[in-house]
């Protein structure tokens, strides 16, 4: 199962079949003046904010955040087909009205690509990436003037969700027919749940249990 939400709320539920024929959904679109050829590494993301700046965050938080990033290999030797094998659990999240420049450093802080946008009601409704927050020049933080405006300005939303239970095979399908890194896991109602990623699939695939994408 498959949702993508905006600001308003749900836009749609349903399979990767049906989604592949929303609009927003084939044409993701990232600010065309903040595109970037730089890539991030580690597609990865932990934790949680609900204020408009970073929170202190003390040594062991972080390395409790970072521990949630696939170093707890699955219990049961078994086949990963689902989103829920591979997922990260508690993922990091921003708030639209931050400023890119906390937001930055947060992202920053814990070595993440990119985080779910949250509303006041815990809700997703946005995806943000590290890399749009830097000008498509080779810059390392954002200029002074990117890093006054407010996540939502350049969060992507609509954003595509996906359900825990969903196949990982739709899932790559879904990322590769965007072109995000990952998605958010969510329910119905747009509960942030985790994220998976890109980098979550790769790691499974190098695991033991094997990554059963196609049986």
């Not at 949702?3 to 349903?14: E, H, I, K, L, R």
Request: cysteine-free; aromatic content about 4%.
């Amino acid at each position: 199962m498959f949702y993508v939400f905006n600001t308003n709320g749900p836009m749609y539920a349903g399979s990767y079949e049906r989604l592949s024929q929303i609009a927003a959904v084939r044409g993701v679109a990232r600010p065309a003046a903040l595109r970037s050829n730089t890539t991030d590494v580690g597609e990865r993301a932990a934790g949680h904010l609900a204020t408009d700046t970073a929170p202190p965050h003390t040594q062991r938080q972080s390395a409790q955040l970072r521990s949630a990033y696939g170093q707890d290999a699955p219990k049961e030797r078994r086949p990963l087909e689902l989103v829920a094998d591979v997922m990260t659990r508690g993922a990091l999240t921003v708030r639209p009205h931050m400023s890119v420049e906390a937001a930055w450093s947060l992202l920053s802080t814990h070595q993440v690509a990119q985080a779910p946008v949250l509303n006041e009601r815990d809700r997703v409704v946005g995806l943000l990436l590290r890399a749009d927050m830097a000008p498509p020049s080779l810059a390392r933080s954002p200029s002074p003037a990117m890093a006054q405006r407010r996540v939502a300005e350049l969060m992507l939303t609509p954003v595509p969700a996906v359900a825990q239970d969903t196949s990982l095979r739709r899932l790559a399908h879904v990322l590769m027919d965007t072109g995000l890194p990952g998605l958010p896991v969510t329910d119905a109602e747009g509960v942030l749940l985790g994220f998976v990623s890109r980098t979550d699939i790769l790691r499974a695939v190098a695991a033991d249990p094997p990554l059963d994408m196609w049986g």
